[in-house]
């Protein structure tokens, strides 16, 4: 089975967390960052694993940049 590394970008939301695959625009949520984490993992798989070839290709980011800057205020 291949294997393919994606990215998690994890938000707290509340009392949860929100987890985003953005290579794929897929989320999930959980009560930690640890499960919310697991359950994109397992979100992500069920896509590959469900979704049509062409929805996967359309879908797919090939180049995600996640960075920090700081934004002047007040």
């Known amino acids: 089975m291949a294997m ?3 990215t998690a970008i994890v938000e707290k939301e509340g009392t ?4 985003l695959c ?7 949520q959980g009560d930690t960052v640890e499960s919310a ?3 994109l993992k397992e979100a992500v798989e069920l896509f590959l694993e469900c979704a049509d070839p062409a929805e996967v290709e ?15 205020h007040g």
């Open 16 to 19: 949860g967390y929100v987890s």
């Open 4 to 6: 393919t590394s994606y």
């Open 58 to 72: 359309r879908r797919h980011h090939t180049q995600v940049f996640i960075t920090r800057f700081e934004a002047a």
């Open 22 to 28: 953005p290579e794929l625009d897929v989320a999930s």
């Open 37 to 39: 984490t697991a359950n």
